[in-house]
């Protein structure tokens, strides 16, 4: 069980074992999206079928868009920071590509876990309920786990719902989601949209793995945020004031991204990390008293499911 306060902090390397991409391998996606002729004809047909359109757009912004990111050598966030006339277009196509994403991805009990290396929901999950006294879903309650996410996806969110539903086989699945409902999960740059089980929150339904269509990308992209439109969330600071750890996974540890989630001292608190695939001058510099946090990152060159069974404490 989760019995320190603990705050996990994904980065798209977090999901990226599930099928999801990076930022350089959706920005590659984008770039194809847009100048593939099927596809803006496609988006042209959703278009005429909405009367009244919360953007506008056409194929000829799509096809400028494909054009102008072809050679762009930044993230997607701060490429879409700078055009701002390529802003709706983006959030269009990046709503599409991961509703896509989200309808291939397995994520039944981790069965493709053999396949797919580096799975970690299955750990956490044994984790959160590796006690003795954990008989019914009430007891999850007592994990002190927060997850702040960068991400855009909801697989998390749906794989704890499905986990939960098959270890408390006798209960209500809505008695389920109402609990699993309970575990704080925050989206800051805002997420597909909340799934059939979820709260009503006043944001639009999405179900997880449908497949990805045009017309909600058009109604619905407003909730995916870039860097410059994030807005402070105070209950994300709230939880990491009160942390006790707090774990990146997945993370790129880009500045503008963690300036965010700086709070007056991380000095009482355990900071570590994974470091697969970053480079070893991010590494180092936050192994440093000097990064923004004031304390250095313990890093381990570990998976993400490693990293939370094998590495760090949560008792």
Known sequence: MINKKTVLVLGAGASVPYGFPTGQVLTNDLVRLFSKSSNLDNMEHAL???ANRPVNVSKFDAQAFSSKLKDNPQSIDKWL????SMKNIGRIGIFYKIMHYESSVNIDLERARSKNPGRWYSALWTEMTSSAKMKTIEDVLQNKLVVITWNYDRSLEEYLFRVAC????????????NFINKIPIIHLHGSLGRLPWQEDNG???????????WREAIEYASKIK???EYEKNEKALLYLEDAQNVFFLGCGFHEENMSKLKINSFKD??????????????VNKYKSESNIFGKPIKFYNTSIEDFISKHVEFE
Not at 81 to 84: R, V
Not at 166 to 177: L, Q, Y
């Open 203 to 213: 944001e639009n339904i999405v179900e997880f793995g449908s497949n990805a269509s």
């Open 166 to 177: 098959n270890t408390f086989v006798s209960d209500d699945h809505t008695r389920i989601a």
């Open 81 to 84: 920071s700078i055009n701002q």
């Open 226 to 228: 870039i860097i410059e």
């Open 48 to 50: 005429g079928g909405i």
């Open 269 to 282: 608190k355990e900071l570590a990390a994974t470091d697969y695939e970053l480079a070893p001058k991010i």
